[in-house]
């Protein structure tokens, strides 16, 4: 048997060769100059030459779909043949797997400079946080064998495409770099002043300061049903994750058992509709979209990976993903608050049609997550039970919520609504909820890492969930939509300071005294 030597300039010895053994087979892959060189430790040994064309041919008659590279016997990069051929009819491959410096490099020595948009390129860019931190995004080209004129052309196209990539990163990386120690140096702001992103540590230290005291403090979390959740000190943006009518206390562990709700944290204890049932349906849903465009615009593709990959293991902040999350648990216990809370028959139909009605303005304006909100708080228990009030609720009011509770059918992976989205163009306002739970599912149902190497095909997943929130931003939200009327102010003040009910037992005790339970 003859051996011989696979040499890397850069990494010095990455394999050895055996008989019936290849090499290569990288560079043909991926149009990429030859970064080897192979040493001889035996005399007589002979190779096969393959060019570019035999070897597509080989590929797509012979050989399986999958292109795997290898360093000192372990695998190192795996590709695999994509179902369509480029414009050119050449094979293409995407990464199934590989470390993470070997993902980096070969991105790097296939990218095409010619094309703007490479959607590969965009997956490692948006999700290489998950496994691979900015301080190891280095990359060391080796200049291949060739003229001096070959070499330095291979380097300046080297430099040419880090620098795509470096642009690529800066774009979809832009708001991470104020978080960055020196960026929060440079601009003198302190970690502890950003007040969103304050960790429990850190605001037991600020109380314990205020108050003086010198005693152990725990940070809790308690809601209006008086769960209580004792927060961590590593735990981050503790403010931002507070339930609808939650509050943060500080207080010895020994006092926690004695701890109870405030009184405002009870909610209202009479509705609102005297004051919105004078507010058209129409400006009530526009004013709704226009906050929500708001609290979406800000949310970073980023904290959709914190969420789902889990915020604490990032030291990340998710607080405008989690006002908008609470945004949706806002709108829908509205919903039910104001039925809830509203003792007149007749009041209660009128209630209900003009949040059919508000619905329907969402849908119009694509604000799907205030629209689903609407609907799923028509479908709380508290609410579905009314008989009395649906009863007289007429014909065509039922036929349209009938229409839009349709729409939130879960069978066959949400069908429905994902069909509905499909037809719209941007800018839309998603039902956030969903999107993430495709991403968990993703998640926790593939492993991030598989033999030791990064499983990229679960991070392109994960990134094409995130790119249709890039989708429904692709355009900016028209205000001119609607045209408003004299109220308008009030109505813009009215929607953002909803005050809602949310424990669930207070509603449901709510709905039987106005409806008791049939005999």
């Known amino acids: 048997m003859r051996v011989c030597v696979c040499v890397c300039v850069s990494q010095g010895v990455v394999c050895t060769l055996h008989e019936g053994d290849d090499f290569g087979k990288l560079a043909l892959v991926t149009d990429s100059p030859r970064a080897a060189s192979i040493v ?7 190779f096969l030459r393959v060019d570019k ?25 795996v590709l695999e043949k994509s179902p369509r051929a480029s414009t050119l009819g050449s094979i293409k491959y995407t990464v199934i797997s590989g470390t993470p410096e070997k993902i980096l490099e070969h991105f790097l020595e296939a990218m095409r400079m010619d094309i703007h948009h490479d959607p590969a390129v965009d997956d490692f860019v948006l999700m290489h946080g998950i496994f691979m931190p900015n301080s190891r995004l280095t990359y060391h080209a080796t200049s291949p064998p060739g003229s001096e004129q070959e070499r330095l052309e291979y380097a300046l196209n080297s430099k040419r495409r880090a620098l795509i990539l470096t642009l690529r990163w800066a774009s979809t990386h832009t708001y991470l770099l104020q978080e960055e120690p020196a960026a929060i140096s440079f601009l003198e702001f302190g970690r502890s002043k950003i007040f969103k992103k304050a960790t429990g540590r850190e605001v037991v230290s600020a109380v314990a300061d205020k108050l003086g005291t010198t005693d152990e403090l725990v940070l809790v979390h308690l809601s209006s049903a008086c769960e209580k959740q004792i927060l961590k000190p590593n735990d981050v943006s503790v403010f931002s ?13 020994d006092q926690l058992s004695s701890l109870t709700p405030l009184p405002e944290q009870e909610g209202p204890s009479a509705g609102s509709m005297a004051t919105f049932e004078l507010m058209s349906s129409k400006d009530l849903a526009y004013q709704m979209t226009l906050y929500d465009w708001e609290l979406f615009s800000c949310v970073h593709e980023h904290e959709l990976l914190y969420h789902t990959f889990g915020r604490q293991s990032f030291r990340r902040t998710t607080a405008n993903l989690d006002l908008f999350l609470r945004r949706f648990n806002h709108v829908q216990l509205w919903v039910v608050t104001e039925v809830c809370l509203c003792s007149q028959l007749s009041k209660r139909v009128q209630l209900l049609k003009k949040f059919i009605k508000i619905a329907a303005h969402c849908r119009e304006f694509k604000n799907l997550n205030s629209f689903f909100a609407i609907i799923m708080g028509m479908s709380n228990p508290a609410v579905s039970r009314l008989s009395q009030t649906w009863e007289k609720l007429p ?15 879960p069978s066959r992976n949400h069908r429905s609504y994902r069909l509905t989205v499909t037809k719209l163009e941007a800018p839309i306002i998603p039902f956030m909820p969903l999107l993430l739970k495709d991403m968990t599912f993703t998640h926790e149902g593939n492993k991030t890492f598989i033999d030791n190497m990064v ?3 679960k991070m392109r997943i994960i990134a094409n969930t995130i790119r249709q929130v890039r989708h429904c931003r692709s355009q900016p939200f028209n205000p001119e939509i609607c045209q408003p009327n004299k109220n308008q102010a009030d109505v813009r003040s009215y929607v953002r300071k909803l005050c809602v009910v949310d424990n669930q037992r207070a509603l449901t005790q709510l709905s039987y005294r106005m409806e008791p339970r049939r005999t």
């Not at 001889?40 to 002979?46: G, K, Q, V």
């Not at 035999?54 to 190192?76: G, P």
């Not at 009518?245 to 562990?253: E, I, Q, S, T, Y």
């Not at 014909?395 to 059918?409: C, L």
């Open 241 to 253: 994750a507070l339930s609808t009518n939650g509050r943060l206390f500080a207080c010895p562990r």
């Open 53 to 77: 064309e035999d070897f597509n041919r080989i590929l797509r008659d012979v050989e399986a779909n999958t292109v795997r590279l290898k360093e000192h016997e372990q695998a190192v990069l």
């Open 455 to 457: 499983n990229f095909e």
């Open 40 to 46: 001889l430790r035996e005399d007589n040994c002979h």
């Open 395 to 409: 014909t065509k009011f039922k036929k349209f919520y009938a229409e839009f509770e349709s729409m939130m059918d």
